[in-house]
């Protein structure tokens, strides 16, 4: 082991840390970043991490060199909600009032020795047909819409569809193409009685 | 450009300098005094004829934030005109030759997908369960701790990317997966844990054990057995304190009354 570290540090281009880790619990990833250059890569990293850390740990895990690193802390937004979900949800629901700063995020940014570019990415239709995109777009749009009636101002909201269907209707009884029905309502005639 | 302050005798230095025609050699006899003078007409020192002094500041005047230019004094070794200029179409712009062998690399799946689908991030079996681990070394546990940390930062990277396009569903798979690889970690953990208990339940009995020796000699065992059987063998050396103290024994009662000196 001695050895194996000794032969380590000699082709290593910085010092290495004294301090062993064998079993380490954090995770990083890796950004994909088309507005920066190839000689750059961006990785998120836990808020305790150091740029020595990042360093060593890209050196000793995946054999990536790093020129200099740059870090930043991205502070996020008041949200409302409990910081922490009831047992082990990811994505706690909002509650109202209860105000609180989820932790910030750090970023890291490090120029390599070798350039790297991410692999080409995937097309509108292979993201349709793999990730089913456009059924997606469609659910959260419709979320969106129930949303919004659901809201303080939900009176508001305005219903266009139902509106033209109703104008269409009207005009249909008032030109005879159609004929009034009752609504069909099974219960209604056994619960009164007739 | 020199300027000179015009003095009388500068002016009527100039004219007597110029060559004069036969005719019109000298000037009338009335005004030589006027030339024999050798006290200039001011009195104020004239100024020296030498060159204008140097600037101390060669940046003087120049101000990028003004946009006042390049003072004349510098010279530059590009010509402004024959500047590189950048490509700005995308498409035209020569390719980076990426090493194949990038460690990079290590952050996404075998075939290199900038993006896993549902159905890839689903195709996983089972972790690793405490019984199967519990016969590993060592070695094998440690190397599937660090497969499965890499697997982690893998799924976190297409997780990044996945909601970055907004490509649509793989949130549950990812999650699912993760959920394997992470419970894989904690039965590694759990087997290591369960080790280091029984070794350090035998460290303590070893040291209460006779025929367990904790320090051995170089070349010597360990584990003696029937160490501590043969009580005769073992004679304690008197410590020095001991051989002074003579028959006396702390803490046991004499019975005698202590004598007066």
């Known amino acids: 082991m001695a050895t194996e570290l000794a032969t380590q540090s000699a082709r290593a281009p910085f010092k290495l840390g004294l301090k062993q880790v064998h079993l380490p619990t954090f995770s990083i990833s890796l950004h994909h970043t088309p507005h920066l250059s190839p000689s750059y890569a961006q990785f998120s990293v836990p808020l305790w991490f150091s740029k020595l850390d990042l360093r060593d740990y890209l050196y000793n895990a995946y054999a990536v060199r790093c020129v200099s690193i740059r870090s930043y802390i991205k502070l996020q937004r008041l949200t409302q909600g409990s910081p922490t979900g009831l ?103 056994r619960i009164s009685g007739r | 450009m020199a300027s000179k302050h015009c003095t009388s005798r500068s002016l009527f230095g100039s004219l007597l300098q110029t060559t004069p025609h036969r005719s019109t050699a000298l000037p009338p006899p009335f005004l030589l005094p006027a030339f024999a003078q050798s006290t200039p007409f001011s009195t104020t020192s004239p100024v020296s004829s030498k060159p204008t002094k140097k600037w101390n500041n060669s940046t003087r005047g120049m101000s990028a934030i003004k946009r006042s230019g390049l003072n004349k004094r510098i010279k530059l070794s590009v010509d402004l005109a024959k500047l590189p200029r950048p490509v700005l179409d995308p498409s035209l712009r020569s390719q980076v030759q990426v090493d194949p062998n990038h460690g990079l690399y290590g952050f996404f799946n075998t075939t290199r997908d900038a993006l896993m689908s549902p159905e890839q991030l689903h195709a996983h079996g089972r972790g690793w369960t405490v019984q199967e681990l519990r016969v590993k070394s060592w070695d094998d546990l440690w190397r599937l701790w660090w497969v499965s940390a890499l697997e982690v930062n893998r799924i976190k990277t297409y997780e990044q990317e996945r909601e970055r396009v907004r490509a649509g569903y793989g949130a549950y798979e990812a999650e699912g997966r993760l959920k394997e690889v992470r419970s894989t970690q904690k039965a590694v953990r759990h087997v290591l844990t369960e080790r280091w208990y029984a070794w350090e339940a035998a460290r303590v009995a070893a040291v209460e054990d006779p025929e367990v020796d904790l320090f051995p000699p170089s070349g010597g065992r360990g584990f003696v057995p029937g160490r501590g059987n043969e009580e005769e063998d073992v004679k304690t050396e008197k410590l020095p304190f001991q051989e002074a103290l003579g028959s006396y024994q702390p803490g046991v009662g004499s019975g005698q009354q202590p004598t007066a000196p």
């Open chain 1, 87 to 189: 047992n082990g949800e990811s994505n706690p629901r909002p509650q109202y009032k209860r105000w609180h700063r989820p932790r910030s995020l750090k970023r890291m940014t490090v120029e390599l020795e070798s350039p790297f570019v991410w692999p080409e990415e995937l097309g509108r239709e292979v993201l349709d047909e793999k990730f089913d995109k456009g059924q997606m777009e469609r659910a959260t749009r419709g979320q969106e819409e129930m949303q919004k009636g659901m809201g303080s101002d939900g009176d508001t909201v305005v219903d266009e569809t139902r509106r033209r269907r109703m104008r269409e209707q009207a005009k249909e009884l008032l030109e005879g193409r159609s004929k009034w029905k009752p609504v069909a309502d099974q219960a209604f005639g």
